[in-house]
């Protein structure tokens, strides 16, 4: 079955860091650009980052909101997606969601989810 | 960015009935680059369209996507009560990638 499973999610006091992963099973991981959405409770989806294959560069791109405070990177050999959180505002509370590319790099649209882990910002 | 802008926000219609949603870009969407998706209470996003109007692996043929340029249009041909739910369009066309902020369909 393929499969995304967010992990890495909690509660954390605004300025601190966090690191999400998102584990691909079910496919050849390597061979996909991934991303990573949030959505914070009631409201709509948002774009954070996506991180292309290496095959087409291993690029990465960000939301202007987090773009010089996330990074993400991807561990093909372990099948591993991550988003590194760093001064974390009450803003990016949310549902935090990896999504898998269609192939081929043709269409960013995403036809796998994963369930998601909660970020809570809060002192 | 490219700001969509979906409606109506909400709709009430009846099982069986034909239900026509849709999306409009604040500028063009370069090469049909549209997608949308499918999402119920407590689920993660479902794939539904892409480029557009093409469907999804495993999605039923009840539900087609149209237009181009700035307006475009999902429509569910015939409602299962599955179908109720929150709909979302995506355009992949220009980065940033941007999102509608959703139609919700409720069952009347």
């Known amino acids: 079955e393929v499969q995304l499973v967010e992990s890495g999610g909690g509660l954390i006091q605004p300025g601190r860091s966090l690191r999400l992963s998102c584990r691909g099973s079910g496919f050849t991981f390597g061979e996909y650009a991934m991303s990573w959405f949030r959505q914070a409770p009631g409201k709509g989806l948002e774009w954070v980052a996506t991180i292309r294959s290496y095959p087409f560069g291993g690029t990465t791109e960000y939301a202007a909101s987090v773009k010089v405070r996330f990074t993400m990177s991807r561990d093909d050999s372990k099948s591993i997606a991550y988003l590194q959180m760093n001064n974390l505002e009450t803003e990016d509370t949310a549902m935090y969601h990896c999504?898998?590319?269609?192939?081929?790099?043709?269409?960013?649209?995403?036809?796998?989810w994963g369930q998601g882990t909660l970020v809570t910002v809060s002192s | 960015e490219i700001v969509l802008t979906q409606s109506p926000g909400t709709v009430s219609l009846s099982p069986g009935e034909r239900a026509t949603l849709s999306c409009r870009a604040s500028?063009?969407?370069?090469?049909?680059?549209l997608a949308w998706y499918q999402q119920k209470p407590g689920q993660s996003p479902r794939l539904l369209i892409y480029g557009a109007s093409n469907r999804a692996i495993g999605i039923p043929d009840r539900f087609s996507g149209s237009g181009s340029g700035t307006d475009f249009t999902l429509t569910i041909s015939r409602l299962d009560s599955e179908d109720f739910a929150v709909y979302h369009c995506?355009?992949?066309?220009?980065?940033?990638?941007?999102f509608g902020q959703g139609t919700r369909l409720e069952i009347k």
């Open positions: 999504g898998r590319h269609l192939p081929y790099n043709r269409h960013d649209a995403f036809d796998v």
């Open positions: 500028e063009n969407i370069k090469s049909n680059s």
């Open positions: 995506q355009q992949y066309g220009t980065s940033p990638i941007t």
